[in-house]
C-alpha cells in the first residue's frame, strides 16, 4: 500500500518506510519486535475518513498509523471510530481532525512486561514499534500481550468471577445500528450483547462498528451486524482457559454465564489485562531484588524504580526493619487518605482496623520472619473511618550481610472484588425466593459435615420434607400466594433448627434439612414433631388464613447411608412413605426388607380393617350379547378405596390369598352382590344375572355349597340371577376331581358355571367335555392382540369353535376398540365386555348407565358402541 497524491491509501506492493501503505518489519531478534512483525497499515494525513475506514474493513485491520514525510503524526483506532456515531457526516473530513497524537510508541527492544507497564499506564490498546531512528516498523496490541506475557500459571489460579465490573449492555437484534454504536460509545463499552430472541445472543463490538462504516448508504440493524452466536464460557472458568478459547475461536470477546445459563458478563482482553495487575503483587519480590540490583548498578535505574513504584496503580509502603514507614507512593494516599507526611514516621498500626486480633498478626510475623515474604487479605481503616478489605503482599528486602533492611509492602483495595464475590455467591448457592441455600449449596454443606463426622466418629441427620398437596395453592390462588407460603415456611424452618443446623430449598415445594453433631435418632424424631407443629399453624396471607401440612423422611449417617446422593436419596424414601401412611407424618428410613416387610404388614392391617368395617366396594361390569347388543349380565368385582386413589387388585388379592382371607373376601363378595340383586329386584332395577370369581381355595371349602343355597334362600334371589366365574389353574391335576365334584353342586343349584381365562391354566381337553360349566371366558390377553396379531386370531377363533362343538357359549374379556369388536363378532363370539362398552361401575352408576342404554339417557353414560 502506498500513499496516493490526493491521500488516500491504495495498493502497492513495495515495503519501503515512509512511503508505504503497509510497512513490512525488517527481522529482529527481540521478543515484542518479533510479535509486532505484521504489515502496518498507515495513510496520509488528508484521507476521508471513509476510505480509511473501508481499508481497516478491508485489511481486518484495528488500527490505522498516520505518517507524513516519514514522520508519526497520529493514530485512528476502531475505538475512536465509535465516536462517528454522533456524527456520521464527519466521514468525509481528513483523519487528521479525529487522530489521536501523539503515538505511544515502544523501542524494539522492549520487553513484554515494559510493553505491559505502557499499555496500562497509558491505558491504550495499540503500541507502534519503532526502530532505532524512530521508524516505525510494526503494530504490537493488547492480544499479543495477553497471549504471550508468559502469566498462564497466574491466570490459571483465577476465574472468570475476578474481572466481572458490571453488567452487560444488552440491545435488541432489531434497533439502528447507529443509535447503538452512539450508546456504545457514550457509555464507553467495548462490546455488547444482541439480543435475537428465543435465548439467542451475539456480541457486537468496535469492528463491526467499522464494518457498518464501511457501507454508510445502508442503514443496517444491529443484528444483522452481528448475527453469528455469543461464544460462551461459565462463572468459575479458570481465566487461563477462558483466554486459549478467545485465542482459539479467534475472538477478542466471551460472554460469561450463570449457573442458569444466562449471560451476565462480557470478558475481553483488556479486563484480563486488568486483572493481570494482581501478578505484580505475587512477583513483588522479584521485582524489589530488580531494584536493588538497579540501585547497585546505577542511579539512573534508582530513578526508574522510583518512577515505577510512584506511577503504580497499588499501594506501597516501605519500612525499616522495626516497621516504621519510610516512604509511600500517590496511590497509598489515594487508598488510605493519609498524606505521605501524615504517614512517614509512623508504623502500620496507623491503618489498624482492630479486626484482626493478636494470634492474626502474630502469624503474619512468624512466615514473614520464616519466608521473607507473607501475603494475604486484611481489613484495614481509612483516614476517615471506612473500614475496609485490601489484599496484601509484604516482602522482606535483605542486605549483603542476609540481614532485614527494609521491608516492602503492595496493596490494592478489593472492596468491589468482595461485593461482586458476594453477590455471585449469592446468585449460585441460594434460592432467590427463599434466601435459604440451594441444593448446590446443601450438597456441598452435607459434604463437609460428613467428613467432619467421619473424622470425630459424629452421627448427623438429613430431613426431606415436602409440602402436601401444595399444588392446589398455585391452581386456586395463583403462584404469589404459593410464593409467599414458601417464604414462610422457609422462615419457620429456621427458627426451629440450632444455629449449626441448615435449612434449604431444592426446588418447588421440597425442602431440606442438615442436622450435624445429634447423639440419636431420637432427636431428630423431636425436631419433625417441631417441625410439623409450626407447619400446623395457619398462613395468613392478604387476610386470608391457608392450612397446610407437610410429609418428612429422615435419613442418619452412619445408619442409612455415607454419601450424600445416599442420605437424600432414602430421606426421600422415607418421606414418601409419610405421604403413603396419610400425610403430615415423618417417617425414619428402613433399609430395602425392612421396607418392604413393613410396606406388607401395613397393607396386611389395613386389609383387616376393610373387612371389619366394610372398606371394600363391589363394582359392576356390563356384558353385552353380539346378536342384538344387549345387556345379558353383569360380572362383580372388588375395589378397595386407598388414600390415593383405588388400590389395584393385582397388589391386594395375592396377599389376601397368602394370608388365607380370601375365603372370607369371596363370601362378602357373594353376599354383597345378593343383596344388590334383591334391592334391584325390589326397587324396578336390573334383573340381569352377576357373576362372582371364585378361587380354587373356595370349591375345595365343603361349606360354599350350603352358603351359597343360604343366601339365595335368605335374599330371595332365583338361581338362574348368580353365575359363579372359576379360573381354569383351579382345575390343577391333584385337585381337578374334587373341583369338579364342588362345580356340579353348584350347577344342582340352578347357577350358571363360567370357565375363566381359558387358554392360560392347567385344564387339559380331556377335562373340558366333563365340565358342568355353561360359559368359557376368552381372558383379555388374547384379546388385546386382536386383530393384528396372527396368533391371536387363530387362538380366539380355535377357542370360540371348541367352545360352540362343546355347546358353550364364549365370552370375551377386555374388549376395547371396533376392531376387537368386528372380529370377535364375526368370529362367532357370543357375549363380550371390556372398556368399549363401559368400565366397571359401582351399583349406581351401574343402573343409571343400564337404565339409559342404549343412549335415550345420560350421553355421558352412553356405551361407545361400534355396530
Same mark, same amino acid.
Given at each position: 500500500?502506498?500513499?496516493?497524491?490526493?491521500?488516500?491509501?491504495?495498493?502497492?506492493?513495495?515495503?519501503?518506510?515512509?512511503?508505504?501503505?503497509?510497512?513490512?518489519?525488517?527481522?529482529?531478534?527481540?521478543?515484542?519486535?518479533?510479535?509486532?512483525?505484521?504489515?502496518?497499515?498507515?495513510?496520509?494525513?488528508?484521507?476521508?475518513?471513509?476510505?480509511?475506514?473501508? *481499508?481497516?474493513?478491508?485489511?481486518?485491520?484495528?488500527?490505522?498509523?498516520?505518517?507524513?514525510?516519514?514522520?508519526?503524526?497520529?493514530?485512528?483506532?476502531?475505538?475512536?471510530?465509535?465516536?462517528?456515531?454522533?456524527?456520521? +457526516?464527519?466521514?468525509?473530513?481528513?483523519?487528521?481532525?479525529?487522530?489521536?497524537?501523539?503515538?505511544?510508541?515502544?523501542?524494539?527492544?522492549?520487553?513484554?512486561?515494559?510493553?505491559?507497564?505502557?499499555?496500562?499506564?497509558?491505558?491504550?490498546?495499540?503500541?507502534?514499534?519503532?526502530?532505532?531512528?524512530?521508524?516505525?516498523?510494526?503494530?504490537?496490541?493488547?492480544?499479543?500481550?495477553?497471549?504471550?506475557?508468559?502469566?498462564?500459571?497466574?491466570?490459571?489460579?483465577?476465574?472468570?468471577?475476578?474481572?466481572?465490573?458490571?453488567?452487560?449492555?444488552?440491545?435488541?437484534? #432489531?434497533?439502528?445500528?447507529?443509535?447503538?454504536?452512539?450508546?456504545?460509545?457514550?457509555?464507553?463499552?467495548?462490546?455488547?450483547?444482541?439480543?435475537?430472541?428465543?435465548?439467542?445472543?451475539?456480541?457486537?463490538?468496535?469492528?463491526?462498528?467499522?464494518?457498518?462504516?464501511s457501507q454508510p448508504e445502508t442503514q443496517l440493524a444491529i443484528g444483522e451486524l452481528a448475527q453469528e452466536a455469543c461464544l460462551t464460557v461459565a462463572l468459575g472458568t479458570p481465566l487461563l482457559m477462558a483466554r486459549n478459547c478467545m485465542e482459539q475461536a479467534g475472538l477478542n470477546?466471551?460472554?460469561?454465564?450463570?449457573?442458569?445459563?444466562?449471560?451476565?458478563?462480557?470478558?475481553?482482553?483488556?479486563?484480563?489485562?486488568?486483572?493481570?495487575?494482581?501478578?505484580?503483587?505475587?512477583?513483588?519480590?522479584?521485582?524489589?531484588?530488580?531494584?536493588?540490583?538497579?540501585?547497585?548498578?546505577?542511579?539512573?535505574?534508582?530513578?526508574?524504580?522510583?518512577?515505577?513504584?510512584?506511577?503504580? $496503580?497499588?499501594?506501597?509502603?516501605?519500612?525499616?526493619?522495626?516497621?516504621?514507614?519510610?516512604?509511600?507512593?500517590?496511590?497509598?494516599?489515594?487508598?488510605?487518605?493519609?498524606?505521605?507526611?501524615?504517614?512517614?514516621?509512623?508504623?502500620?498500626?496507623?491503618?489498624?482496623?482492630?479486626?484482626?486480633?493478636?494470634?492474626?498478626?502474630?502469624?503474619?510475623?512468624?512466615?514473614?520472619?520464616?519466608?521473607?515474604?507473607?501475603?494475604?487479605?486484611?481489613?484495614?481503616?481509612?483516614?476517615?473511618?471506612?473500614?475496609?478489605?485490601?489484599?496484601?503482599?509484604?516482602?522482606?528486602?535483605?542486605?549483603?550481610?542476609?540481614?532485614?533492611? *527494609?521491608?516492602?509492602?503492595?496493596?490494592?483495595?478489593?472492596?468491589?472484588?468482595?461485593?461482586?464475590?458476594?453477590?455471585?455467591?449469592?446468585?449460585?448457592?441460594?434460592?432467590?425466593?427463599?434466601?435459604?441455600?440451594?441444593?448446590?449449596?446443601?450438597?456441598?454443606?452435607?459434604?463437609?459435615?460428613?467428613?467432619?463426622?467421619?473424622?470425630?466418629?459424629?452421627?448427623?441427620?438429613?430431613?426431606?420434607?415436602?409440602?402436601?398437596?401444595?399444588?392446589?395453592?398455585?391452581?386456586?390462588?395463583?403462584?404469589?400466594?404459593?410464593?409467599?407460603?414458601?417464604?414462610?415456611?422457609?422462615?419457620?424452618? #429456621?427458627?426451629?433448627l440450632r444455629k449449626n443446623d441448615t435449612a434449604a430449598r431444592l426446588s418447588g415445594d421440597e425442602f431440606t434439612l442438615l442436622i450435624p453433631a445429634i447423639e440419636n435418632s431420637a432427636s431428630l424424631n423431636h425436631l419433625a414433631e417441631r417441625i410439623l407443629q409450626t407447619m400446623?399453624?395457619?398462613?395468613?396471607?392478604?387476610?386470608?388464613?391457608?392450612?397446610?401440612?407437610?410429609?418428612?423422611?429422615?435419613?442418619?449417617?452412619?445408619?442409612?447411608?455415607?454419601?450424600?446422593?445416599?442420605?437424600?436419596?432414602?430421606?426421600?424414601?422415607?418421606?414418601?412413605?409419610?405421604?403413603?401412611?396419610?400425610?403430615?407424618?415423618?417417617?425414619?428410613?428402613?433399609?430395602?426388607?425392612?421396607?418392604?416387610?413393613?410396606?406388607?404388614?401395613?397393607?396386611?392391617?389395613?386389609?383387616?380393617?376393610?373387612?371389619?368395617?366394610?372398606?371394600?366396594?363391589?363394582?359392576?361390569?356390563?356384558?353385552?350379547?353380539?346378536?342384538?347388543?344387549?345387556?345379558?349380565?353383569?360380572?362383580?368385582?372388588?375395589?378397595?378405596?386407598?388414600?390415593?386413589?383405588?388400590?389395584?387388585?393385582?397388589?391386594?388379592?395375592?396377599?389376601?390369598? *397368602?394370608?388365607?382371607?380370601?375365603?372370607?373376601?369371596?363370601?362378602?363378595?357373594?353376599?354383597?352382590?345378593?343383596?344388590?340383586?334383591?334391592?334391584?329386584?325390589?326397587?324396578?332395577?336390573?334383573?340381569?344375572?352377576?357373576?362372582?370369581?371364585?378361587?380354587?381355595?373356595?370349591?375345595?371349602?365343603?361349606? $360354599?355349597?350350603?352358603?351359597?343355597?343360604?343366601?339365595?334362600?335368605?335374599?330371595?334371589?332365583?338361581?338362574?340371577?348368580?353365575?359363579?366365574?372359576?379360573?381354569?389353574?383351579?382345575?390343577?391335576?391333584? +385337585?381337578?376331581?374334587?373341583?369338579?365334584?364342588?362345580?356340579?353342586?353348584?350347577?344342582?343349584?340352578?347357577?350358571?358355571?363360567?370357565?375363566?381365562?381359558?387358554?392360560?391354566?392347567?385344564?387339559?381337553?380331556?377335562?373340558?367335555?366333563?365340565?358342568?360349566?355353561?360359559?368359557?371366558?376368552?381372558?383379555?390377553?388374547?384379546?388385546?392382540?386382536?386383530?393384528?396379531?396372527?396368533?391371536?386370531?387363530?387362538?380366539?377363533?380355535?377357542?370360540?369353535?371348541?367352545?360352540?362343538?362343546?355347546?358353550?357359549?364364549?365370552?370375551?374379556?377386555?374388549?376395547?376398540?371396533?376392531?376387537?369388536?368386528?372380529?370377535?363378532?364375526?368370529?362367532?363370539?357370543? *357375549?363380550?365386555?371390556?372398556?368399549?362398552?363401559?368400565?366397571?361401575?359401582?351399583?349406581?352408576?351401574?343402573?343409571?348407565?343400564?337404565?339409559?342404554?342404549?343412549?335415550?339417557?345420560?350421553?355421558?353414560?352412553?356405551?361407545?358402541?361400534?355396530?
Open positions: 500500500m502506498k500513499i496516493s497524491p490526493t491521500g488516500a491509501i491504495s495498493p502497492h506492493s513495495d515495503a519501503v518506510a515512509e512511503d508505504a501503505g503497509y510497512i513490512e518489519p525488517s527481522d529482529h531478534s527481540h521478543e515484542v519486535w518479533h510479535l509486532a512483525r505484521r504489515a502496518l497499515l498507515t495513510c496520509a494525513p488528508n484521507t476521508p475518513l471513509q476510505d480509511v475506514v473501508r *481499508q481497516m474493513f478491508e485489511g481486518n485491520c484495528s488500527a490505522v498509523v498516520i505518517v507524513e514525510d516519514g514522520r508519526l503524526l497520529g493514530i485512528w483506532t476502531e475505538r475512536d471510530a465509535t465516536r462517528l456515531a454522533a456524527c456520521p +457526516q464527519e466521514l468525509q473530513s481528513p483523519v487528521s481532525d479525529h487522530m489521536s497524537s501523539p503515538v505511544k510508541t515502544l523501542a524494539a527492544g522492549s520487553s513484554l512486561r515494559e510493553a505491559g507497564l505502557v499499555m496500562q499506564r497509558e491505558g491504550v490498546r495499540h503500541l507502534v514499534i519503532v526502530d532505532a531512528d524512530g521508524h516505525p516498523g510494526g503494530m504490537f496490541s493488547l492480544s499479543d500481550l495477553i497471549r504471550h506475557q508468559g502469566v498462564e500459571y497466574y491466570l490459571s489460579l483465577r476465574e472468570i468471577d475476578s474481572t466481572i465490573t458490571r453488567e452487560p449492555m444488552r440491545v435488541a437484534a #432489531t434497533s439502528p445500528a447507529q443509535a447503538v454504536f452512539e450508546r456504545m460509545h457514550r457509555e464507553q463499552r467495548e462490546a455488547f450483547l444482541v439480543d435475537h430472541g428465543d435465548g439467542h445472543c451475539s456480541i457486537a463490538c468496535e469492528r463491526d462498528w467499522v464494518a457498518y462504516l470477546h466471551l460472554g460469561v454465564t450463570n449457573g442458569g445459563g444466562e449471560i451476565i458478563a462480557l470478558l475481553c482482553y483488556s479486563d484480563i489485562l486488568r486483572s493481570i495487575e494482581y501478578l505484580y503483587v505475587s512477583r513483588l519480590q522479584s521485582v524489589l531484588d530488580q531494584r536493588n540490583q538497579a540501585l547497585k548498578e546505577s542511579t539512573e535505574c534508582l530513578r526508574l524504580a522510583e518512577k515505577v513504584i510512584e506511577a503504580s $496503580l497499588n499501594a506501597i509502603i516501605i519500612t525499616d526493619p522495626k516497621g516504621v514507614i519510610q516512604a509511600v507512593n500517590p496511590s497509598f494516599s489515594a487508598v488510605t487518605g493519609y498524606s505521605a507526611e501524615e504517614a512517614i514516621g509512623k508504623t502500620p498500626a496507623l491503618l489498624s482496623s482492630g479486626f484482626h486480633d493478636h494470634t492474626f498478626y502474630a502469624a503474619m510475623w512468624k512466615e514473614l520472619l520464616a519466608q521473607g515474604t507473607w501475603q494475604g487479605e486484611i481489613w484495614n481503616q481509612r483516614k476517615n473511618g471506612e473500614i475496609y478489605p485490601q489484599w496484601i503482599s509484604i516482602t522482606a528486602i535483605y542486605d549483603d550481610t542476609s540481614h532485614v533492611r *527494609q521491608y516492602a509492602a503492595i496493596f490494592s483495595d478489593i472492596s468491589e472484588r468482595k461485593i461482586r464475590e458476594q453477590q455471585i455467591e449469592k446468585l449460585a448457592y441460594f434460592d432467590e425466593l427463599t434466601g435459604l441455600p440451594n441444593r448446590r449449596l446443601f450438597q456441598a454443606r452435607l459434604e463437609r459435615a460428613l467428613e467432619k463426622a467421619r473424622l470425630e466418629h459424629q452421627r448427623l441427620g438429613v430431613l426431606f420434607l415436602d409440602l402436601d398437596r401444595f399444588k392446589r395453592i398455585n391452581d386456586s390462588l395463583g403462584h404469589s400466594v404459593g410464593d409467599e407460603v414458601l417464604s414462610i415456611v422457609a422462615k419457620r424452618l #429456621t427458627r426451629v400446623s399453624d395457619p398462613f395468613v396471607i392478604d387476610g386470608q388464613s391457608l392450612h397446610l401440612s407437610c410429609s418428612i423422611g429422615i435419613a442418619c449417617y452412619p445408619d442409612d447411608g455415607d454419601s450424600v446422593e445416599l442420605l437424600l436419596k432414602r430421606a426421600d424414601t422415607a418421606m414418601y412413605r409419610s405421604k403413603d401412611n396419610g400425610r403430615n407424618g415423618f417417617s425414619l428410613f428402613r433399609h430395602p426388607l425392612e421396607e418392604a416387610s413393613q410396606a406388607s404388614l401395613s397393607l396386611e392391617m389395613a386389609m383387616y380393617q376393610a373387612l371389619k368395617h366394610g372398606d371394600f366396594e363391589l363394582h359392576y361390569q356390563p356384558k353385552l350379547h353380539f346378536a342384538n347388543q344387549q345387556p345379558v349380565g353383569l360380572e362383580a368385582l372388588i375395589r378397595w378405596p386407598g388414600p390415593d386413589g383405588m388400590r389395584k387388585p393385582e397388589v391386594f388379592l395375592p396377599l389376601a390369598k *397368602q394370608l388365607g382371607l380370601m375365603p372370607r373376601i369371596t363370601r362378602w363378595v357373594l353376599e354383597t352382590a345378593c343383596h344388590q340383586l334383591q334391592r334391584w329386584l325390589t326397587h324396578d332395577g336390573p334383573h340381569l344375572p352377576i357373576a362372582v370369581n371364585l378361587s380354587a381355595s373356595d370349591l375345595l371349602d365343603t361349606t $360354599l355349597v350350603d352358603d351359597i343355597r343360604s343366601l339365595l334362600d335368605y335374599y330371595q334371589i332365583p338361581p338362574q340371577l348368580l353365575d359363579l366365574e372359576i379360573t381354569e389353574d383351579s382345575f390343577i391335576p391333584a +385337585q381337578a376331581a374334587s373341583v369338579q365334584e364342588g362345580l356340579a353342586q353348584l350347577r344342582a343349584l340352578g347357577v350358571g358355571v363360567a370357565l375363566d381365562d381359558f387358554g392360560t391354566g392347567f385344564c387339559c381337553l380331556g377335562y373340558l367335555k366333563h365340565l358342568p360349566v355353561d360359559y368359557l371366558k376368552i381372558d383379555a390377553s388374547f384379546v388385546a392382540g386382536l386383530p393384528e396379531v396372527y396368533e391371536d386370531r387363530h387362538l380366539a377363533q380355535t377357542i370360540i369353535a371348541l367352545a360352540h362343538g362343546l355347546n358353550l357359549s364364549v365370552i370375551a374379556e377386555g374388549v376395547e376398540n371396533p376392531a376387537q369388536q368386528a372380529f370377535l363378532a364375526e368370529a362367532g363370539c357370543d *357375549q363380550y365386555q371390556g372398556y368399549l362398552i363401559a368400565p366397571a361401575m359401582n351399583a349406581l352408576d351401574c343402573a343409571r348407565w343400564l337404565s339409559c342404554y342404549p343412549g335415550n339417557g345420560d350421553p355421558g353414560l352412553t356405551p361407545p358402541l361400534a355396530g
